[in-house]
């Protein structure tokens, strides 16, 4: 009888030991979705908004690089302009050369002030209008009717004598378009203004650059002007009619109204906005940089953005209520469980061993072997990369061919196996492209087409390539995105480098060149941004100004060796990080060019 009893109760610890079991696995299973939901989110969030940072800043880069050229075509035309203005008849042919200068240019005018040719009446208008593929048309505009002194380009202009950006109107008398007008202000030889040049560009490729693509189907852009009316907007009846103030003036959330305040100021930024049908919205804005005022959007339907997420999260609610019903059954095969353990260790170890070959593989497709050329003496090189984990996406590599010395270097967007996979892939087109063309900017293009056109995971690479004449020291390069070289000689100076995008953006993106000379005993220092980036246990960064103190160093030993220059930077990084877990891949390479002239 006792022993009956006493196995009852140990049925019924075993009983309350498995439901206690059983809420302690759903609070935690719960715990554990809600903690990853909540990153996952998070990480979603991360991405929209560097995709619209790049959405903005990539258009707005196209819509300043075409509002520039009209920029430098005026100002080489109004120069002429000034010479001729004894020849009231030579204004159309400057006007003429103008408009057919730039595709954007849809017409250009040259308004004088009242009476300046008194032959010519009170009011002076040269008008060319140029449209691709037609004759140019030339006609005097100024008159009663069409009194350009009282307009917004000629006014402005006047009163502040200098170049202006009108606002977008409707040209009914000249250009027959929508259009802005660039204002310039003519001078006579005292200095004094006598008329405004004015190019009328067209804005019909501007609604079709804002809404070439999208980042959800449902997010679109908009664009205001200076004054906040809408140029582009998903409503095409309020285009030109209405500002944005008057458009958005019946919404219940009013932090539309404060959004419209920070784009009218010119500012950056980002924030959530709930329509009148209840739906929240993200909208991204930024300034087009310049004068024209402009300032451009993207919105995007919380809704859509977390669609994937919300759906996962109700399968996983499933799927957890699932698993707790088979959670008995599981606590019954402990043992297999056990050994189910047992196998997930060893195959963790499978991991990790696969991830120690293939970091040995990554290594391996790297220089390694310095001096790597030890029979030439006209140049020292050396190179050092530390990936901060397994493997890494750094990245760099050199050769001579033709007796000229083609490198580069290289960071990855991201870290781990994505990220090294995509420096395998960055590194063997590399080798492949430069092996037939000696231009690097060209090198870059066609990387960066390829890159594009395979990047369905939205990675991205800065890259530096460079190809130095042995025999001459004259070295042409091609910067994307990457951080700019040092120049080590007697002095420490920075390589001048254009402003690239990084590989992987734009298919369409034309990469410039440069070109600089070499001295003799000067060497390049290149590296990535883990260098700079590297942070010791107060989160405080080594920072540039570190990186230059250790080259000045090197300078004033005499240290200006590539092997010794690296050495001295990794030990300088490490006394500063002092043991800090390292966070980014850290990769540097030096070339010291020894050739006497």
Known sequence: MGDFKFKNWIKSLQTKSSLALLVTAAVLIELTSAVQYWYAKKG?????????????????LEIQNILTAVEVAMKNHAWEAEQMLALPDSMYSVARRLAEQNDQIVGTGISFVPNFYPKMGRWFEPYVKAEKGK??????LGSETHDYTQMDFYTMTMKSGEPYWSEPYLDSDGAHAMVTTYAYPLRDKTGKVVAIMGADVSL???????NASHIYPSSYNMMISRTGQLMVCPVESLVMRQNIQEATAGMKDTTMQSINREMLAGRSGQTAVTDDNGEKNYVFYSPIKGATGWSMAVVCSDKEIYYGLRQVGFNLLLLMLFGLALMAYIIARAIRNFKRLQAVNAEKERIGSELRIANGIQMGML??????????????IYGS???????????????IRDEKLFFCIGDVSGKGVPASLVMAVTRSLFRTVSAHEDNPSNIVMKLNEAMTEMNESCMFVTLFVGALDLSTGRLHYCNAGHCPPLLIGNELTLLPVDTNIPVGFLAEWQYTSQQIMLPPQTSIFLYTDGLTEARNAEKEMFGKQRMNDVIRKAIEEGKTAPEQTIRMMAEAKNRFVNGNEQSDDLTMLAIKYNKST
């Not at 019909?204 to 804002?210: A, G, K, P, S, V």
């Not at 220089?367 to 020292?380: A, E, L, Q, T, V």
Request: charged share 35%.
């Open 44 to 60: 979603i969030r991360e991405q929209v908004e560097q995709r619209a940072k790049s959405e903005l800043k990539v258009k707005g």
């Open 135 to 140: 004759a140019a048309v030339m006609s005097q």
């Open 204 to 210: 019909d490729w501007l609604e079709q650059l804002i």
């Open 367 to 380: 220089p390694k072997i310095f001096p790597p050329y030890p029979d030439r003496d006209d140049m020292d």
């Open 385 to 399: 990369l530390v990936p901060a984990k397994e493997v890494g996406g750094d990245l760099y590599d050199f050769y």
